[in-house]
């Protein structure tokens, strides 16, 4: 009887085994998940209130799941919120990860040709972009209609108001100038920053009223009770995803949508994620 008992056990958890490697290599990493967000923010004026800004990052195409048709399918559920501007937080390009297809700069860039928003598509590269041949990211990405910020701040004026832009360098594969940046804005209008890496947030200033970023994958496995044992980053889980506040300071952090390292995800879908900036 025992030892009945232990085969079935046994059993039990090889097929549960199974199954969770299952999911985690051919299901999870394939599905995109709409996370809407509002956040209010305490230098955020009542005039500007109600500004949607969409924010994807890690697109990693050539990544297991994420062809030229997963992009697209990305662009169509960001359409259908309409939303004022549009964020690519870096990480256009993949590595050579199991099962990943090494695509140029210019292939992987061609999905998002003449996409629109009112306020502009903005991106930031990071750092696979970087490890590929960031002036080629990025050219590949002006020539599709993507403008690409480093270290540098645009002024966007919309029927509300103005507000600033700031694109920071990736902090792994170049120097992250927030001074320089900010050097650019000339007037009290608000600032939106966003950067590849979550980890210079520490480090910015309070000028800016919420900083956007990617690069974390959320960990790509989040467990229960332990959540993510791996995140790329310094501070570890401080930063893997959603919305942070320090010291009257914000961050956002996307999942992403492509893998890295490794083609597997668990308890971290993929994301398109929407922010509703309102005034607090």
Do not use: C
């Amino acid at each position: 009887m025992v030892k009945r008992r232990l085969f079935q056990g046994a059993v039990t958890l090889s097929v549960l085994g199974v199954a969770v490697a299952a999911w985690s290599f051919f299901i999870e990493p394939n599905r995109l998940r709409a996370n809407e967000v509002t956040i209010a923010l305490p230098r955020w004026p009542a005039t500007l209130s109600g500004l949607k800004v969409a924010v994807i990052s890690d697109l990693h195409v050539g990544a297991p799941f994420v062809d030229a048709e997963k992009v697209q399918q990305v662009r169509a559920r960001i359409d259908e919120w309409h939303p004022d501007l549009v964020l690519l937080a870096g990480d256009l390009v993949v590595g050579h990860e199991p099962g990943a297809t090494v695509l140029s700069p210019e292939a992987a860039a061609e999905p998002l040709r003449g996409w629109h928003a009112p306020l502009g598509v903005f991106a930031v590269l990071g750092n696979h972009d970087w490890w590929t041949d960031g002036p080629r990211v990025a050219a590949a990405l002006e020539d599709v209609g993507v403008r690409v910020l480093a270290n540098s701040s645009v002024a966007v004026d919309s029927a509300r108001g103005r507000f600033w832009l700031t694109g920071l360098e990736d902090v792994w594969t170049r120097k992250t100038d927030a001074s320089a940046a900010l050097s650019m804005v000339t007037d009290d209008a608000p600032v939106i920053a966003f950067t590849h890496n979550p980890d210079v947030f520490p480090g910015l200033p309070a000028r800016f009223a919420i900083v956007v970023a990617g690069h974390t994958h959320g960990g790509q496995v989040r467990l229960p009770l332990i959540g993510a044992p791996v995140v790329p980053s310094k501070y570890e889980q401080r930063y893997a995803a959603g919305v942070v506040v320090e010291e009257g300071r914000t961050l956002f952090v996307t999942t992403g949508i492509g893998t890295s390292i490794m083609p597997v995800r668990l308890g971290v879908v993929p994301e398109v994620a929407l922010l509703t900036l309102v005034a607090r």
